[in-house]
């Protein structure tokens, strides 16, 4: 068992990477397996373990608990799953966060706790004091791991304060696809209850709502002499971006996935239903005997009644969510498997992911693309 557990998002990779070494350099006799962060070289799980299992042991009984919090953090379902659960079992956490960030970024209760600031040489001595008092060690002299301070407060400084990624969205060519303007893959792996899933890609959203289409949206209403339904960004205190769509649902926002995210077979949606919502995912089928070829709709509803047809190219399939934080719930559909029981029956194998269409009144924060 780990007497340090880091929680972090994976873009935090290379702050994440600085505490662990700032850690072991300060603290005399602490070990690599005295260390949970698992994006880290060397501190991450062993193999032939139950990774979900070992995690949410790890992460309760680690007397220290280190929370890295940023504005991508924040916006892991993951991290604040962690975050809640150290919470709500009473132990004690560490926060972290750049100097430029307010703790309110955080869901309430949490958001109450004081935290220590990445890029202050203060705070961060007062880290390395708090946990050697409880972890009973002795620390270095301070000339050993002053070098590192000055390398996390330079991190920090690069990769927060200046917000690259509102800076990408806003220099970047309105023509230039969504995945490749903003830093949106990722490869982490994590264990489901039945499989090994990786996260390749994530559909997000522009700062600007006129960027919308700009950025592999297309809006189109039934009637091109109506007005287009109303589209904004938003944000809460869990995603800083979300989109928010207030509209009939004869208004239809398609986003054709790239051909690049073929091996994609899991899309996963975090949402906020209205009255009168549709999340549809588009793929293209092939007839089990011969060549014929064709595009089909599932239509993702919230639920436990049976699937049920509604045309030829269209079944309504029903997911039960996962509640994540607050009212948000995140539905995972495995569209191969969702294909088998529907146009299965009818003679139809899974191709490939087509796109995916939003219709209605609903708020979306991420949609995951995972194979």
């Not at 379902?77 to 709500?88: I, S, T």
């Amino acid at each position: 068992m780990p007497k340090i557990f880091i929680s972090h998002s994976k873009i935090d990779k290379r702050v994440a990477q600085g505490i662990v070494r700032l850690l072991r350099l300060s603290l005399k006799k602490l070990e690599a397996e005295d260390i949970r962060c698992t994006s880290v070289e060397g501190y991450g799980l062993d193999g032939g373990v139950r990774i979900d299992d070992s995690l949410r042991h790890e992460l309760l009984d680690s007397p220290i608990f280190i929370g890295l919090i940023t504005q991508y953090s924040v916006q892991s379902v993951w991290v604040l799953f962690e975050l809640g659960a150290r919470w709500g079992a009473a132990r004690s956490m560490i926060l972290l966060l750049p100097s430029k960030t307010s703790n309110e970024i955080l869901p309430a209760p949490i958001s109450t706790l004081t935290a220590l600031q990445i890029d202050s040489r203060p705070d961060l001595l007062r880290m390395i004091s708090q946990v050697a008092n409880e972890l009973g060690l002795d620390e270095e002299k301070a000339y050993v791991y002053t070098q590192e301070i000055d390398e996390i407060i330079s991190i920090v400084n690069e990769q927060y304060h200046a917000d690259p990624i509102l800076e990408d969205i806003t220099h970047a060519d309105p023509s230039t696809p969504v995945h490749t303007a903003k830093q949106l893959t990722f490869n982490y792996g994590f264990r489901s209850s039945d499989s090994t899933i990786i996260l390749k890609y994530t559909i997000d959203f522009d700062y600007k709502t006129s960027q919308i289409e700009n950025k592999g949206w297309i809006i189109t209403p039934e009637n091109p002499e109506q007005e287009k339904p109303n589209v904004q960004i938003v944000s809460d205190t869990n995603f800083i971006k979300i989109l928010n769509i207030e509209s009939f649902k004869r208004y239809r926002m398609d986003r054709e996935i790239d051909h690049s995210y073929n091996d994609c077979t899991v899309v996963e949606y975090i949402v906020k239903p209205g009255e009168d919502y549709s999340l549809y995912i588009s793929a293209y089928v092939k007839k089990t005997s011969g060549d014929s070829k064709q595009q089909v709709w599932l239509n993702i509803k919230i639920g436990s009644q049976n699937n049920t047809k509604f045309k030829d190219d269209e079944w309504t399939i029903f997911v039960q969510p996962t509640p994540t934080v607050a009212d948000w719930k995140m539905l995972s559909v495995n569209v191969p498997k969702s294909i088998s029981e529907t146009f299965g029956n009818e003679g139809w194998d899974f191709v490939r992911l087509q796109g995916i269409r939003v219709r209605g009144s609903i708020m979306v924060a991420r949609i995951h693309l995972y194979k």
